[in-house]
């Protein structure tokens, strides 16, 4: 299956150089402009990548909270747990995503369907890694909502990795996480992004970018690019390439595969 090339940002060094939002430079493409401690993945190299920390706990699942708000999208909600509980087919501890919720109570997606959540803030552990997928609320009502906007914070200072899909960088950055860091987001809004957070750098024409503890996907379909790749990124290669197979989903993204045919079958009317 042939897909449209992707490009990643992957920060090798936690220092960034200039400005690379539109304000500052022109849409080219990546390769071209990423600052010099920053190596992009042409469509026809290989992936970036980098070591994962040496200390990662090796006796137990890393522990993966999925923040789940009312309007949740189904799309990067269900793209973060697709591929990060099907580690645990192919790595042992591998991960264990689980539901948080504002109250423990279930949520609504956006698309009407029902979510339970495992903790509420006040329940859940420390995590590893947190993910917040995007919804039909980060631009208003998520910016000024202080109980999750202040359970962000908390929780993100200390989870080695956080996640944000599509428009969740929006709520992330008023959580204080995005603060010297690149990040990117869903296409149509990458310009108010940078009218409302004029400080923070935004990368444009990227599926995901990588910055020391900070990984931000343009989410939609794309949100299973970023989620393989933090799994390529913690456990290889060839766990990555295992949860994509159950997927079916190339990977790494520029990998060549032959196209799959499709069968549609007609009907005709039935003569008596």
């Given at each position: 299956m042939r897909r449209a090339p992707l490009l990643a940002l992957v920060l090798v060094a936690c220092a960034l150089g200039a400005r690379t939002d539109a304000a500052a430079a022109p849409a080219v493409p990546a390769a071209t402009v990423a600052p010099a401690s920053a190596t992009v993945a042409a469509p026809s190299s290989g992936l970036p990548r980098l070591p994962p920390p040496k200390d990662l706990p090796r006796d137990r699942p890393l522990r993966a909270a999925v923040v789940v708000v009312d309007g949740v999208f189904g799309s990067e909600l269900v793209a973060a747990f697709d591929v990060l509980q099907h580690t645990t087919a192919h790595v042992r501890p591998g991960i264990d995503p689980f539901a948080v919720s504002p109250d423990g109570n279930p949520v609504k997606t956006a698309e009407g369907l029902g979510v339970a959540a495992r903790y509420s803030f006040a329940s859940a552990p420390a995590v590893d890694i947190l993910v917040l997928p995007g919804g039909a609320h980060d631009l208003d009502s998520s910016l000024g909502?202080?109980?999750?906007?202040?359970?962000?914070?908390?929780?993100?200072?200390?989870?080695?990795?956080?996640?944000?899909?599509?428009?969740?960088?929006?709520?992330?950055?008023?959580?204080?996480?995005?603060?010297?860091?690149?990040?990117?987001?869903?296409?149509?809004?990458?310009?108010?992004?940078?009218?409302?957070?004029?400080?923070?750098?935004?990368?444009?024409?990227?599926?995901?970018?990588?910055?020391?503890?900070?990984?931000?996907?343009?989410?939609?379909?794309?949100?299973?690019?970023?989620?393989?790749y933090l799994v390529d990124h913690l456990f290889g290669e060839e766990v990555a390439k295992g949860v994509a197979k159950g997927l079916v989903l190339p990977w790494p993204p520029d990998a060549e595969e032959p196209p799959l045919p499709a069968l549609v079958v007609r009907y005709n009317e039935i003569k008596k």
């Amino acid at each position: 299956m042939r897909r449209a090339p992707l490009l990643a940002l992957v920060l090798v060094a936690c220092a960034l150089g200039a400005r690379t939002d539109a304000a500052a430079a022109p849409a080219v493409p990546a390769a071209t402009v990423a600052p010099a401690s920053a190596t992009v993945a042409a469509p026809s190299s290989g992936l970036p990548r980098l070591p994962p920390p040496k200390d990662l706990p090796r006796d137990r699942p890393l522990r993966a909270a999925v923040v789940v708000v009312d309007g949740v999208f189904g799309s990067e909600l269900v793209a973060a747990f697709d591929v990060l509980q099907h580690t645990t087919a192919h790595v042992r501890p591998g991960i264990d995503p689980f539901a948080v919720s504002p109250d423990g109570n279930p949520v609504k997606t956006a698309e009407g369907l029902g979510v339970a959540a495992r903790y509420s803030f006040a329940s859940a552990p420390a995590v590893d890694i947190l993910v917040l997928p995007g919804g039909a609320h980060d631009l208003d009502s998520s910016l000024g909502d202080e109980a999750l906007v202040g359970w962000l914070a908390k929780a993100g200072k200390t989870a080695r990795y956080v996640v944000g899909l599509r428009d969740a960088p929006f709520v992330l950055a008023r959580a204080g996480l995005l603060q010297g860091r690149l990040a990117t987001v869903f296409a149509d809004d990458q310009d108010r992004f940078t009218q409302m957070f004029p400080k923070l750098e935004l990368r444009r024409g990227v599926s995901f970018v990588h910055d020391g503890p900070l990984l931000t996907s343009i989410g939609g379909a794309r949100s299973y690019d970023a989620a393989l790749y933090l799994v390529d990124h913690l456990f290889g290669e060839e766990v990555a390439k295992g949860v994509a197979k159950g997927l079916v989903l190339p990977w790494p993204p520029d990998a060549e595969e032959p196209p799959l045919p499709a069968l549609v079958v007609r009907y005709n009317e039935i003569k008596k």
